[in-house]
């Protein structure tokens, strides 16, 4: 079992930053990865971004690169999401996610192949 926390979110204007955090605890392999995940008024859940715990690469949705940056804190178990210039389209309920299929190759995107999921936090960008 693998329990995740989110905080961090709020409101915020058009431009602002803000830095989800997402603290992991439990039984987690030694090789897995946590992803961010969001979900807007009357939409599907869209990948935002992943990160692989042991070795720190990372992926990025093409709506939020160069403006999110995601991370890791191994002595915190915590990964965090820094999001700047902030859109009113990036308002969303954002969700941490824990893959922990070790041996998939690649950062997955996909919301089926994350095992474990955090309650989420909200998020909103006003104009």
């Known amino acids: 079992q693998v329990q995740l926390v989110e905080s961090g979110g709020g409101l915020v204007q058009a431009g602002g930053s803000l830095r989800l955090s997402c603290a992991a605890s439990g039984r987690t392999p030694s090789s897995y990865a946590l992803g961010w995940f969001r979900q807007g008024p009357g939409k599907e859940r869209e990948f935002v971004a992943t990160i692989r715990w042991s070795g720190g690469s990372t992926y990025y949705a093409d709506s939020v690169k160069g403006r999110f940056t995601i991370s890791r804190d191994k002595a915190k178990n915590t990964v965090y999401l820094q999001m700047n210039s902030l859109k009113p389209a990036d308002t969303a309920v954002y969700y941490c996610?824990?893959?922990?299929?070790?041996?998939?190759?690649?950062?997955?995107?996909?919301?089926?192949?994350?095992?474990?999921w955090g309650q989420g936090t909200q998020v909103t960008v006003s104009s």
């Open positions: 996610a824990a893959d922990l299929n070790g041996s998939r190759w690649y950062l997955s995107q996909v919301p089926y192949e994350y095992d474990y």
